[in-house]
């Protein structure tokens, strides 16, 4: 991959809309249009998804840059068996993957979207979506919002994997059922029954954080979290 992609490369190729099969096609031909077109299109959620499912998130814009080589270089081998934004998610959760794992080996000291959760003063409902957006707003609310959305973050940091990588692709990025399916390589059921436990240890972390008037949690700690997925978590086959 040519690392000479400039900005304006970059704010070019967004003027264009590609229909994927030529887009794939003009990939596979070295085409540098298309590929800025594809950083601009894909670079924030595929930083945004590794961001919360890495242990350490200043590794995740390193892990992006990785994740576009990859695109790059493996190009070649996509053959339409899932679409194009499938793949690439794959290939982000994979280099995820293998980064929690090197963290492992080198530190050793896996709700809808629309749920309303209590957070904060314990009393006002919000919704996840809400505390993870940056809409135009007062000084006050704005601020109120950040300290809502740190705390939304940090509790998704102790969620364990893979209940949090379904979180984030279904609740956060909004892929279908069946598309979390597709990028993580199981089964339908298996995305529901994540997503309910999922859900559940969120939702538990963060009513134990306000109750705790605020008290931070250390991401990848996973304490509270263990006993929060412990075996007794009755599992329902059904995510709403």
């Known amino acids: 991959m040519q690392a000479d992609l400039t900005m304006g490369n970059l704010a070019s190729a967004v003027a264009f809309q590609w229909d994927e099969a030529a887009l794939v096609e003009e990939l596979r031909a070295g085409s540098e249009e298309a590929f800025a077109w594809l950083i601009a299109r894909y670079h924030q959620p595929i930083y945004s998804l590794l961001a919360r499912t890495v242990r350490n998130r200043d590794d995740a814009a390193d892990l992006a840059q990785e994740v576009f080589v990859k695109v790059y270089r493996g190009i070649g081998g ?28 080198h530190q050793r000291q896996e709700i809808p ?13 919000v919704q996840l979506k809400d505390m993870l957006v940056d ?28 209940y ?20 993580e390589g ?10 309910v436990r999922g ?18 949690a250390v991401p990848g700690t996973g304490s509270r979290a263990t006993a929060l997925m412990g075996e007794e978590m009755p599992l329902v086959k059904e995510a709403r």
Request: net charge neutral; with cysteine; aromatic share 8%.
């Open 113 to 125: 979207i629309d749920q309303e959760m209590t957070v904060a003063d314990g009393r006002t409902p």
């Open 199 to 216: 859900r559940a240890c969120l939702k538990a972390l963060l009513a134990t954080a306000s109750a705790h008037h605020g008290e931070s």
């Open 164 to 183: 949090r990588t379904t979180l984030v692709l279904r609740d956060i990025e909004g892929f279908a059922y069946e598309e979390v399916a597709a990028i």
């Open 135 to 162: 809409p135009s707003e007062s000084p006050y609310d704005f601020a109120v919002r950040e300290e809502n959305r740190a705390r939304v973050e940090r509790a998704l940091h102790e969620v364990p994997e893979p």
């Open 186 to 195: 199981v089964n339908l059921g298996t995305v529901k029954s994540r997503l």
């Open 78 to 105: 996509f053959h339409g068996e899932s679409a194009l934004r499938t793949w690439i998610y794959r290939i982000a959760l994979r280099e995820a993957s293998n980064q929690r794992r090197w963290w492992a080996r």
